[in-house]
Nanobody, 127 residues
Framework: QVQLVESGGGLVQAGGSLRLSCVAS????????MGWFRQAPGKEREFVAA????????NDADSVKGRFTISRDNAKNTVYLQMNSLKPEDTAVYYC????????????????????WGQGTQVTVSS
C-alpha cells in the first residue's frame, strides 16, 4: 500500500506559477511511475504529466508542454509539478498517482495504469 498526499494548490492569477508537491508513504521501495492528473468540474480526469522511477523519462500532455515540469526526489519520496504561465483553463483539482512498474524507465499516460491516488489539491487560475 502507498499513501499519497498532495499540497501546494491555491488561487493564482493568469500568468502566475505554482508548485505542487506529492509525498508518498508506505511501500515506497517498490518501483512506481508517478503521475499528475487533473479534473475540472463536469469533465473527465485527464493526464497531465508522468515521470519514471529513475526520473530519466518524463511525459507531458500537449496542453501543458513548455509550461509544466514534473520532477521527483526519491530520497524524499516526493514528486513535484512546477506549473508556470498558468491559464484559466488549468483550473481543476490536481491528483497525484502512483503506478507499479517493472521498469525504472517507463511512464504511463492512462489513469487505468495507476494503482494509488491522492485526495487532490485545488488549483484555481483567475483571468
Amino acid at each position: 500500500q502507498v499513501q499519497l498526499v498532495e499540497s501546494g494548490g491555491g488561487l493564482v492569477q493568469a500568468g502566475g506559477s505554482l508548485r505542487l508537491s506529492c509525498v508518498a508513504s508506505g511501500r515506497t521501495s517498490t518501483t512506481y511511475v508517478m503521475g499528475w492528473f487533473r479534473q475540472a468540474p463536469g469533465k473527465e480526469r485527464e493526464f497531465v504529466a508522468a515521470i519514471s522511477q529513475s526520473g530519466g523519462s518524463t511525459n507531458d500532455a500537449d496542453s501543458v508542454k513548455g509550461r509544466f515540469t514534473i520532477s521527483r526526489d526519491n530520497a524524499k519520496n516526493t514528486v513535484y509539478l512546477q506549473m508556470n504561465s498558468l491559464k484559466p483553463e488549468d483550473t481543476a483539482v490536481y491528483y497525484c498517482a502512483a503506478g507499479y512498474s517493472t521498469s525504472r524507465h517507463s511512464t504511463f499516460t492512462t489513469r487505468y495504469a495507476y494503482d494509488y491516488w491522492g485526495q487532490g489539491t485545488q488549483v484555481t487560475v483567475s483571468s
